[in-house]
């Protein structure tokens, strides 16, 4: 039972463009999202959070929407860059600071110079 | 600045034999965990521990031990390898807010 899902396993997008991920999660326990990064054969690397108090929460070029009543984060980057061609996890937690985070099962960014 | 260390990055192994898989950091962390990363199945956690001597299952713990004697090292052992575990595992240790993964060891059960 994948409690948190990530319905697209790739996106591809033009330099400049903006790219939207997705992420849809079952356990109305999460409180806390967290987005990370990972490029091949590196661990994944932390990127933006969001507290289910908040719908927003912005990072430069990141910024994380959620939509508590819909169960779905989502994750925009403008402008993309083609250092952001990387697989990206969402990831849950029941509990600010709690140690199991859930993960989603990725979705491969390319972004097409 | 290590930040999270594991060892080895590869390893092969015969199905029957054990094996640890290393995992050290230097941030004064009291969370750490272990999670594996399978094609399609995302990152699963596999044993986590809130301090020193203090450990709990995750998602996937079969096959698997861990203690945790100091706040600096988590190590993870196999018992007896079985095909199914090959896979790449990454420790982490986490902050409040964040956790911070090292880079992975991909390990090949023959």
């Known amino acids: 039972d994948q409690q948190v899902k990530q319905n697209s396993p790739s996106l591809s997008v033009q330099e400049g463009r903006i790219s939207i991920l997705n992420c849809d999660y079952t356990n109305s326990m999460f409180d806390y999202f967290l987005w990370y990064k990972k490029y091949p054969a590196e661990g994944p690397t932390f990127l933006i959070s969001?507290?289910?108090?908040?719908d927003k929460n912005e990072d430069g070029r990141f910024t994380v929407f959620l939509n508590k009543s819909a169960k779905h984060l989502s994750l925009h980057i403008v402008p993309s860059q083609p250092g952001d061609s990387a697989v990206y996890f969402c990831a849950a937690s029941a509990d600010f600071g709690n140690e199991k985070l859930t993960f989603g099962t990725g979705t491969r960014l390319t972004i097409i110079p | 600045n290590a930040g999270v260390t594991q060892t080895p990055k590869f390893q092969v192994l015969k199905t029957g034999q054990s094996m640890t898989l290393q995992c050290a950091q230097d941030m004064n962390h009291e969370y750490m965990s272990w999670y594996r990363q399978d094609p399609g199945m995302g990152l699963r956690l596999i044993h986590y521990s809130v301090g020193a001597g203090i450990t709990d299952q995750g998602e996937v713990p079969n096959g698997y031990n861990v203690s945790r004697s100091t706040t600096e090292d988590f190590p993870l052992r196999l018992l007896s390898a079985a095909p199914s575990q090959t896979s790449v595992y990454f420790c982490a240790s986490r902050a409040l807010t964040e956790a911070f993964f090292g880079q992975g060891t991909r390990l090949t059960v023959v």
């Open positions: 969001i507290s289910s108090i908040k």
